[in-house]
């Protein structure tokens, strides 16, 4: 079984700065893409950001110069940096891990719990 747990979430004022990390625990072999989805009171959830095991990235535009994606694969955790907060980001974070935990079986999809994050003054 596998892990994931969020942490980093709170208030913060427009145009403030947070971080998200999520790391990932358990019967780990390999991690490929972790990212960030997130989602606000009466909407869909919605990816906001992924990377792969290499380190390649890819942004919703609407956090694009924003929100910075990072990983560390010796911690298997992923971070969310984000900047310039607006309002509208307000929504509960989930991060994903696509993980494989023996050599010869199939890769599955984690969820952390979610955390929340609010913008507001």
């Known amino acids: 079984q596998v892990q994931l747990v969020e942490s980093g979430g709170g208030l913060v004022q427009p145009g403030g700065s947070l971080r998200l990390s999520c790391a990932a625990s358990g019967s780990i072999l390999s991690i490929n893409n972790m990212g960030w989805h997130r989602q606000a009171p009466g909407k869909q959830r919605e990816l906001v950001a992924r990377i792969t095991s290499g380190g390649s990235t890819n942004y919703a535009d609407s956090v694009k110069g924003r929100f910075t994606i990072s990983r560390d694969n010796a911690k298997n955790t992923v971070y969310l940096q984000m900047s310039s907060l607006k309002p509208e980001d307000t929504a509960v974070y989930y991060c994903?891990?696509?993980?494989?935990?023996?050599?010869?079986?199939?890769?599955?999809?984690?969820w952390g719990q979610g955390t929340q994050v609010t913008v507001s003054s």
């Open positions: 994903d891990a696509i993980v494989t935990s023996t050599p010869t079986g199939p890769s599955y999809r984690y």
